[in-house]
């Protein structure tokens, strides 16, 4: 598919009455599941990952590198370093600004930023119902972010690790959800499922799954919705189109 875009080979095109300047490029936006809540998605001709950590193959020098929360299991010092290269973006909470080093960009919910032809904008992302005491969530309101990144006029939504919050009854346009569905800190299948009917993507892809089966996310999207349930396995990837 030929589509007019921003970051790509110009060419004059010759009509009758005038040349006119036109922008071409081939669509390419592909996800790959790294492990995890960890992903690369390349767009742009540029690599983007989520949530790096510890397991995982992500060899790919980074344009642009977002984190979700301080928590081991989504933000990896040692991994960001090994794909960073001068010139890499990386937009992280506060409190992982420290453990990552260097120049970090962080967004809180709500606030947008625009690198290259890549917008990514940060969204609410807690539990308000699972906690690790009484009155102590895993995840407060305003610990951690979602993002939602658009390139190729498409957004990809990555979740983080939340519960099933109202603020994704807000979200539009999305056309690639990535949910975590494992549990115990996030949500689970069926709550997963609920999120994906209620923010309405074309694709839904589960995440953070720990050693549940996304089978039983599955059905319920698909008995009740007509959005497209992608399950990858690890290091497999996705073209979007
Ligand atoms: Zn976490």
Known sequence: MVVECGNSESFKINTS????????CEVT???KWLAHASFQIKTEGRIIYVDLEKYGEASEKADLILVTHSHTDHCDP???????????????????????GGNVKTLKP???????????????????????SPGNPYHPKGYGV???ITAEGKTIY????TDFIPEMRQLRLVDVALLPSGGTYTMDNLEAAEAAIAIN??????????????????????AKSNIKVV?????EEYQVV
Not at 110 to 132: D, L
Not at 231 to 235: K, P, S, T, V
């Open 17 to 24: 009455i005038e040349y006119r300047e036109r922008k071409v």
């Open 29 to 31: 936006l592909s996800i």
């Open 78 to 100: 040692s991994k960001i370093k090994k794909v960073r290269k001068p010139g890499t973006v990386i937009i992280a909470p506060e409190d992982c600004v420290s453990k990552i």
């Open 110 to 132: 709500g606030e947008e930023t625009t690198i290259a032809n890549i917008r990514v904008k940060a969204v609410e992302a807690y539990n308000y119902k699972r906690f690790r």
């Open 146 to 148: 979602g993002y939602l």
């Open 158 to 161: 990555h979740a983080g690790d």
């Open 201 to 222: 993507p074309k694709i839904v892809m589960p995440m953070h799954r720990w050693d549940t089966d996304p089978e039983e996310f599955r059905k319920k999207v698909e």
């Open 231 to 235: 399950m990858l396995q690890e290091g």
